[in-house]
């Protein structure tokens, strides 16, 4: 479970009761076709998720999942208003569930093995002597743990006056709580989740990750097009040593801490997977802040990799411009959650 606790880190910083501000209600939809109600915001979150070969999922797979990987139709777009969806369901239900995908009585619902984004090979850019796949990948959802994850956070980090706010409950119910929870995350069979969740900003040390001339930009029809898109994806081989690379450079020039940290999380929980997955560096409901101009020009990618060469170079002065030009825009796009 350590590498789990670890690899859920991310997401347990994330998926917190700040994202429930920010869910409006959906329109009817099957679980299989989300609707996409463009009146309605998405949640302002941004993924890193990982597309493991279906090999990888056991040997056989379980036949559930092989056959919900074979007919998959849910596209990243869908994922995230289903995300919206799930959380919703659970809380409207009759009695609540305490976490999405589960059951009255708590167990996981059959959902949690079917629900999947599903990528080519062929559609993730590699260099030389790297390979993805085969394929299918398969990148699961895991609603259920993630969630579990967030609401463990929630309990131990939280004021106590926004717990009993959120969750208007005793300290009997709280332990009730983080027992169902960790009982949640027991169940996952895989080493760590496939998917990562931050709100309202991305961690720069993420970009690191990609090449920034591999995006792929999908402006739509507007900020409120559900199919409006900026990410990237980047073979396993390639993103670890990108992180590697930019880990030693940070731990040399910045020390442990800070960025270093990030990488070194981001790097451990990449191992976990196999090495012939894909990874996604998705920018998610955040477009929806983006209008088409600046998206158009974000250039985060790229001056992250600049700031690795002004490291590796010990240009100070490329660096701080850098960093200054960065924490403007990300931390503009952050500030919004006050008003949130």
Known sequence: MSCLADATRHDVEATTHREIATFGLPGQRSRHTPCH???????????????????????????????????????????????????????????????????ADGRPSPSGITDVLVLRPEDVPTTEGVTVGPGPLVCPLELRPRSAAALTSFLDDSHPAVRAAVLDAGETNLESMRSHAAAALGQVHSAALHVLSVTWTIPLPWFTLVDPEQRTLKLGTGMDDPERELSWRVAMGD??????????????????????????????????????????????????????????????????????????????????????GLRDYWGEMAARERFN
């Open 37 to 103: 109600d463009s009146s309605v915001p998405r949640p302002f979150s941004a993924y890193l998720r990982v597309y493991e070969p279906l090999s990888a999922f056991g040997d056989p797979p379980d036949e559930r999942l092989a056959a919900a990987v074979e007919h998959a139709t849910m596209t990243r777009a869908d994922s995230i208003a289903y995300e919206e969806y799930m959380w919703l369901k659970s809380q409207l239900a009759k009695p609540s569930r305490l976490l999405p995908a589960e059951l």
């Open 239 to 324: 993103a670890r040593r990108r992180v590697a690379k930019a880990r030693e450079l940070a731990e040399s020039v910045l020390g442990d801490q800070g960025p270093t940290k990030v990488l070194v999380d981001t790097d451990r929980w990449l191992a976990a997977f196999d090495a012939n997955s894909a990874v996604e560096l998705d920018y998610g409901g955040l477009v929806q802040l983006i209008a088409d101009p600046l998206l158009e020009s974000d250039t985060s990618a790229e001056e992250v990799h600049s700031i690795l060469e002004a490291l590796e170079s010990g240009d100070v002065e490329e660096l701080t411009d850098l960093f200054t």
